[in-house]
């Protein structure tokens, strides 16, 4: 589903932040990325979510080659992938509602189609009353319920979430890993980048893979489920 | 009345969802783009208008000479003006082509000559030239040339106008003031692309978050130029629609001010009513000016992205 071979990646003329990256994500996996802050986490994560080509090496998202794909390939690839971003980045002047509906309208496909799926979806991820509100309105954890329902809204094959505890209290922390967990049941591939170590620990099969200075490194295998939480618990 | 607020209501909220875009507008330069594309499109209006005006006057006043033809009958000491007179006419009328000749009286002659000699009776000593008002059978062209050339054989002194010059130089100066206005409308338009052009970087720059957003989420650079160019065409629609209003009043205006001294002098000139309905074409050349200029714009900006 992805694979990073030797892949380095600048910003600009700046130095390599990314440096001899090599992995495969398999489809249906749990991952996780760990690494502390500067790592090169997010910007690993910018690379797969097609933000950002690499300088160097050879990178292939869903078996198309990253490095030869013309710009008006690049959306349908994208929207094969679900991103949580770490700063939420919701459109402030529009509802949870509208914001979860943007990866759908995008398609234009008509509103009365999807509609009543997305209502569910909040209320699923238990914002059913939080609907028509701005995100300047929404507390920390209401706002990256939003993000991570507008992320799964169109069943991406991928799930990217970047930080996604790293704005909420520990317990919502736990019912948002619940979710992913769910999603990855149901046959996402789920990266979830976090400096949060007690969140991978939680997990006996999930894949982990560390960062450090730009180098990747694979701490444990993929091919696993999260321990000591009740899939079927979610919320 | 509560059915009418009703439909009113609807009509809103329909009008509304048109112009709702997932882009929110550059709020602080909404005002000053709309009274500077109105600005443009009042003076688009105007030379519409003027442009308009002068073809539909240089028409009537050509119109109003073709057909006609001025023979004028010179004194001379050696010949009476009366046998003169009847000579010409006589040639005139025997020619073919010609509906009718007359001798125009010398009081609609001194009539003509009132705005430079005055209202005075001239002294019967002075010899005035006389005029022939000729009419042409509609849709004939005779030869005018062959014509002069016979009666200045049979009647010294005579010289036969057919109001080409007058005509041609008409025509001339319709042509440069349609000129004037056309490259007037050009330059109008091309400040006005510029102006969006401006805007649009302006508004997309606003807006780079959340143009990033879409692009993340796999929206395609045509549903994002989409966004743009419906801002656009609304704005282009309503500043073009203030504009050309407000020039359509100021051309009522002028032409109830021409109504009154201007007749004397240009007669004929004045705003039709068949001009008012040209000038819906502004805001709706505007609002397609905008739309493309924007759609090309964000385009261009966008196709510099990853």
Same mark, same amino acid.
């Given at each position: 589903?992805?694979?990073?071979?030797?892949?380095?990646?600048?910003?600009?003329?700046?130095?390599?932040?990314?440096?001899?990256?090599?992995?495969?994500?398999?489809?249906?996996?749990?991952?996780?990325?760990?690494?502390?802050?500067?790592?090169?986490?997010?910007?690993?994560?910018?690379?797969?979510?097609?933000?950002?080509?690499?300088?160097?090496?050879?990178?292939?998202?869903?078996?198309?080659?990253?490095?030869?794909?013309?710009?008006?390939?690049?959306?349908?690839?994208?929207?094969?992938?679900?991103?949580?971003?770490?700063?939420?980045?919701?459109?402030?002047?529009?509802?949870?509602?509208?914001?979860?509906?943007?990866?759908?309208?995008?398609?234009?496909?008509?509103?009365?189609?999807?509609?009543?799926?997305?209502?569910?979806?909040?209320?699923?991820?238990?914002?059913?009353?939080?609907?028509?509100?701005?995100?300047?309105?929404?507390?920390?954890?209401?706002?990256?319920?939003?993000?991570?329902?507008?992320?799964?809204?169109?069943?991406?094959?991928?799930?990217?979430?970047?930080?996604?505890?790293?704005?909420?209290?520990?317990?919502?922390?736990?019912?948002?890993?619940?979710?992913?967990?769910?999603?990855?049941?149901?046959?996402?591939?789920?990266?979830?980048?976090?400096?949060?170590?007690?969140?991978?620990?939680?997990?006996?099969?999930?894949?982990?893979?560390?960062?450090?200075?730009?180098?990747?490194?694979?701490?444990?295998?993929?091919?696993?489920?999260?321990?000591?939480?009740?899939?079927?618990?979610?919320? | 009345?509560?059915?009418?607020?009703?439909?009113?209501?609807?009509?809103?909220?329909?009008?509304?969802?048109?112009?709702?875009?997932?882009?929110?507008?550059?709020?602080?330069?909404?005002?000053?783009?709309?009274?500077?594309?109105?600005?443009?499109?009042?003076?688009?209006?105007?030379?519409?208008?003027?442009?308009?005006?002068?073809?539909?006057?240089?028409?009537?006043?050509?119109?109003?000479?073709?057909?006609?033809?001025?023979?004028?009958?010179?004194?001379?000491?050696?010949?009476?003006?009366?046998?003169?007179?009847?000579?010409?006419?006589?040639?005139?009328?025997?020619?073919?082509?010609?509906?009718?000749?007359?001798?125009?009286?010398?009081?609609?002659?001194?009539?003509?000559?009132?705005?430079?000699?005055?209202?005075?009776?001239?002294?019967?000593?002075?010899?005035?030239?006389?005029?022939?008002?000729?009419?042409?059978?509609?849709?004939?062209?005779?030869?005018?040339?062959? /014509?002069?050339?016979?009666?200045?054989?049979?009647?010294?002194?005579?010289?036969?106008?057919?109001?080409?010059?007058?005509?041609?130089?008409?025509?001339?100066?319709?042509?440069?003031?349609?000129?004037?206005?056309?490259?007037?409308?050009?330059?109008?338009?091309?400040?006005?692309?510029?102006?969006?052009?401006?805007?649009?970087?302006?508004?997309?720059?606003?807006?780079?978050?959340?143009?990033?957003?879409?692009?993340?989420?796999?929206?395609?650079?045509?549903?994002?130029?989409?966004?743009?160019?419906?801002?656009?065409?609304?704005?282009?629609?309503?500043?073009?629609?203030?504009?050309?209003?407000?020039?359509?009043?100021?051309?009522?205006?002028?032409?109830?001010?021409?109504?009154?001294?201007?007749?004397?002098?240009?007669?004929?000139?004045?705003?039709?009513?068949?001009?008012?309905?040209?000038?819906?074409?502004?805001? /709706?050349?505007?609002?397609?000016?905008?739309?493309?200029?924007?759609?090309?714009?964000?385009?261009?900006?966008?196709?510099?992205?990853?």
């Amino acid at each position: 589903m992805v694979r990073f071979e030797n892949v380095g990646m600048r910003y600009g003329m700046g130095p390599e932040v990314l440096r001899d990256v090599s992995f495969e994500l398999k489809p249906g996996s749990l991952n996780f990325l760990t690494g502390p802050s500067g790592a090169g986490k997010s910007s690993l994560l910018r690379l797969m979510y097609l933000a950002h080509r690499p300088s160097r090496g050879h990178m292939t998202m869903f078996g198309e080659d990253v490095d030869v794909l013309s710009r008006k390939d690049m959306p349908p690839l994208r929207r094969r992938i679900g991103v949580v971003f770490q700063e939420f980045r919701l459109l402030d002047h529009l509802s949870a509602l509208e914001n979860v509906c943007l990866p759908l309208k995008i398609t234009g496909a008509p509103e009365e189609q999807y509609l009543s799926d997305v209502r569910e979806l909040l209320t699923w991820v238990g914002l059913g009353d939080r609907m028509n509100a701005t995100p300047p309105t929404l507390s920390g954890g209401e706002k990256q319920r939003v993000a991570i329902a507008r992320a799964v809204v169109a069943q991406p094959d991928l799930l990217l979430a970047d930080e996604p505890t790293g704005n909420v209290d520990p317990e919502m922390g736990i019912k948002l890993l619940r979710l992913f967990m769910e999603l990855n049941r149901i046959g996402t591939t789920i990266m979830i980048a976090t400096h949060d170590i007690s969140l991978v620990e939680r997990t006996t099969e999930a894949a982990h893979y560390h960062i450090e200075r730009g180098q990747l490194s694979i701490r444990r295998q993929a091919g696993g489920t999260l321990a000591g939480l009740d899939a079927g618990e979610i919320l | 009345m509560t059915d009418w607020r009703t439909w009113v209501a609807a009509a809103a909220q329909r009008l509304a969802a048109l112009q709702a875009t997932i882009i929110p507008p550059a709020g602080g330069s909404r005002w000053p783009l709309h009274l500077v594309i109105a600005v443009m499109c009042f003076l688009a209006s105007v030379a519409l208008g003027i442009t308009l005006t002068v073809s539909n006057v240089a028409e009537a006043w050509s119109a109003d000479l073709a057909g006609v033809i001025t023979v004028q009958v010179k004194p001379r000491p050696d010949a009476e003006m009366d046998d003169q007179m009847a000579r010409a006419l006589a040639i005139i009328r025997a020619s073919p082509g010609i509906a009718s000749a007359d001798r125009l009286p010398p009081a609609t002659a001194a009539e003509l000559l009132e705005p430079w000699l005055g209202s005075v009776a001239l002294p019967d000593d002075i010899a005035v030239p006389q005029l022939i008002d000729v009419r042409l059978v509609p849709g004939a062209s005779p030869d005018l040339e062959a /014509l002069a050339l016979i009666l200045s054989d049979a009647v010294p002194g005579v010289e036969v106008d057919d109001h080409f010059r007058w005509k041609s130089r008409l025509a001339a100066f319709a042509s440069s003031l349609q000129a004037l206005a056309l490259a007037a409308l050009l330059l109008i338009m091309a400040a006005t692309v510029a102006i969006v052009v401006f805007a649009t970087r302006a508004a997309m720059e606003a807006n780079r978050q959340v143009i990033e957003v879409l692009h993340l989420i796999g929206a395609r650079d045509n549903f994002i130029a989409g966004e743009f160019q419906t801002q656009f065409l609304w704005v282009g629609l309503r500043a073009g629609a203030i504009g050309a209003g407000a020039a359509a009043a100021v051309l009522l205006f002028l032409t109830a001010l021409a109504g009154g001294q201007g007749e004397f002098f240009l007669p004929g000139l004045g705003v039709t009513w068949e001009t008012y309905p040209a000038l819906l074409f502004v805001p /709706l050349l505007a609002a397609a000016v905008s739309l493309a200029t924007a759609r090309m714009t964000a385009l261009s900006v966008l196709g510099q992205r990853l």
